[in-house]
């Protein structure tokens, strides 16, 4: 379903040029007012659809209220959630990035609305720490200020990654798209329309069902049309009313080559799933030294990380050794830190750091996060048994001059000090006092054996 006419009127009654000494804050409190959540996604589709078009938004106290108000519609949620994030995104791009190496906008189809200076100042300024601040202007303050000054930088590298992340789990065919309206991109023509011309542009364009500005080309999948007629030999076609009812009855052997990829393959598949034998683990790692390259080809991917490392931690340590020239080595290590916290994920990244360089903010983000979990569990037996294990393990890492103690002095001393009843916490802030007094000869000694938990 689209929004009515009625709506419509409404939504650009609070685009109206006379609204530009009317605070921004206020113009998206009257939006939040008149549109209820189910019509949120509507009315953005209707925003971003007038951003796209110049034409039918030309003036720049127009464009200014209609960028905070897309941005403003799903207040309170966080933005890379929001179904719009990737177009702010993709808005703030520098423009040499978007037409490979030329300033000149000339490629630019329109599906990206083209900001002008004005617009991504405000636009950095919403999505940074001055929100508060520049939502209390008016439109016309807004373009008075924003308009010659220099756009701030900032990054997106965060907001880039959860959109990844979250775009990964839609069909491919979902990003093949392209909007079937397209702007007319010569503004030499200088052509504007009034008011009432705008209003049934935007109707004709925004409602119907599914309206036109959310329709797109894209890949189609042909299906075959089932025989009109019996015929002796013919397909026997499902109708399918219930798909649990029926299973496909297909041997996953077949076709399959019974070579030591596939023996390697089905060896990881188990280890998903379950502990492998000393000799099933030999096999396995065996066949990884002879090939390298064969870790890219047994099923291993950034979800599956955390099943290998409770189960089989050898076989991950070994895997993610062979992987640290992968592009996707980023993603591993992004998923073993976020982990649950257990003895084998301890032990997975304490061998890591002893055989690579791993990056500094991993490891700092990795201990950071096992603190968190010791200080928020409720079980006190559970909490002394993790705590007995992230110390050894913080000695093992400060012994073997892994990480730079004094980057997380506080974090550490703190956490030692909240769990001094334990005796390796304690011995772990024994060590913290030696090395902040000079004293190195501590990093000699063994670290303190905690029996019942390390076995």
């Not at 796209?52 to 959630?81: C, I, M, N, W």
């Not at 177009?87 to 599906?111: A, R, Y």
């Not at 069909?171 to 329309?193: F, Q, R, W």
């Not at 026997?236 to 996953?252: K, L, R």
């Amino acid at each position: 379903m689209a929004l009515s006419s009625k709506d419509i009127v409404k939504l650009l009654d609070l685009l109206n040029e006379e609204n530009l000494d009317t605070t921004l804050e206020n113009l998206c409190n009257q939006l939040h007012q008149s549109f209820p959540k189910e019509e949120r996604f509507k009315v953005g589709t209707v925003l971003l659809l007038q951003l796209q078009q110049v034409d039918l938004l030309p003036k720049h106290t127009q464009r200014v209220v209609a960028l905070t108000l897309l941005f403003d519609l799903y207040r309170g949620e966080p933005l890379a959630s929001t179904p719009f994030a990737s177009v702010f995104v993709q808005m703030l791009k520098s423009q040499e990035d978007v037409n490979n190496g030329s300033s000149k906008p000339s490629s630019h189809t329109g599906h990206i609305p083209f900001l002008s200076n004005c617009e991504k100042n405000l636009l950095v300024n919403l999505m940074g720490y001055n929100q508060k601040d520049v939502i209390k202007k008016t439109p016309r303050q807004i373009v008075d200020e924003f308009s010659f000054s220099t756009v701030p930088s900032i990054d997106l590298t965060n907001l880039q990654l959860q959109l990844a992340e979250h775009q990964s789990e839609l069909p491919a065919v979902s990003k093949c798209g392209n909007p079937i309206i397209l702007p007319d991109m010569d503004h030499s023509k200088g052509t504007e329309y009034d008011a009432a011309t705008v209003r049934n542009i935007i109707e004709n364009l925004a409602t119907g069902d599914p309206p036109l500005c959310r329709q797109s080309y894209r890949p189609e999948f042909l299906r075959l049309v089932p025989p009109i007629y019996h015929s002796i030999n013919e397909i026997a076609w499902f109708h399918i009313t219930e798909p649990t009812q029926f299973t496909v009855e297909y041997d996953p052997s077949m076709c399959v080559s019974n070579c030591v990829s596939f023996e390697a393959r089905k060896l990881m598949g188990k280890a998903f799933k379950n502990v492998l034998t000393l000799m099933q683990q030999q096999n396995l790692i065996g066949e990884l030294e002879k090939d390298p390259k064969l870790v890219y080809h047994i099923g291993l991917t950034p979800p599956k990380l955390p099943d290998l490392v409770e189960n089989n931690p050898l076989i991950a340590i070994e895997v993610l050794l062979k992987l640290m020239q992968s592009s996707q080595i980023t993603e591993y290590f992004s998923v073993l830190v976020n982990m649950e916290m257990s003895l084998h994920s301890m032990e997975v990244v304490n061998r890591l750091t002893t055989t690579v360089d791993l990056p500094t903010e991993f490891v700092h983000l990795y201990i950071s996060n096992c603190i968190s979990t010791c200080e928020t569990i409720k079980d006190r037996y559970m909490q002394n048994r993790l705590v007995r294990l992230v110390c050894v393990f913080l000695q093992s890492l400060i012994r073997n001059k892994i990480i730079n103690v004094q980057e997380l002095f506080i974090e550490i001393q703190a956490f030692c000090v909240e769990f001094s009843r334990i005796r390796e916490a304690a011995a772990l802030f024994r060590l913290l006092k030696q090395l902040e007094s000079g004293d190195t000869g501590g990093l000699n000694a063994p670290p303190a054996r905690c029996r019942t938990d390390m076995c």
